[in-house]
């Protein structure tokens, strides 16, 4: 029950944020948006994107009136509830406490803009590639002596 009353708030709060369009003026192809330091979205990628058909507030809490350079933040648990309920229960969440920065979230494995469906032999996370995306991490060194518990 607590979970529905939040995504309602959520998704009402989303309604009130930035048009695609508004957003694709700083993060877009065009001239204006090569102004800008903002990471570039194509429509390219977003086409081939499993997610699309979805719009920018889908899955992004910002205010294109505001500044939010820097903010990452992405609400895949908006859709994919189960599956970021799981997350927060694994062991890679555990290595908060020692280095924020190096803890694998749903882009580091899935990718950004790009996500591509898992039974598509191209995605990072199809069965035949998920291996390399483990190792990336599993066999940095430098990752490694962050955390003694990583396997």
């Known amino acids: ?10 998704l009402a709060a989303a309604t009130t944020l930035a048009s695609d ?3 694709l003026r700083c993060h877009g192809e065009s001239a204006d948006a ?18 699309g058909e979805l719009d920018c507030k889908d899955c992004h ?12 933040e992405v609400m895949c648990g908006r859709c994919h ?26 882009v ?11 039974d598509n032999p191209e995605s990072p996370t199809n069965h035949k590639n998920s291996v390399g995306i483990c190792i990336k991490c599993h066999e940095d060194e ?6 003694d518990i990583l396997p």
Do not use: Q, W
């Open 1 to 10: 029950m607590v979970i529905k009353i939040v995504m309602a708030v959520l």
């Open 21 to 23: 369009d508004e957003c």
């Open 34 to 51: 090569a102004a800008t330091r903002a990471p570039r979205i194509t429509h390219d990628e977003l086409d081939k994107s499993v997610h």
């Open 61 to 72: 809490n910002v205010n294109s009136k505001l500044n939010h350079a820097g903010n990452r």
């Open 81 to 106: 509830a189960e599956a970021a309920e799981g997350y927060a229960r694994s062991p890679h969440v555990e290595g908060r406490a020692v280095s924020i920065e190096d803890i694998p979230t749903c």
């Open 108 to 118: 580091t494995c899935h990718g950004g803009h790009n996500i591509l469906a898992v």
């Open 142 to 147: 430098d990752v490694k002596a962050k955390f």
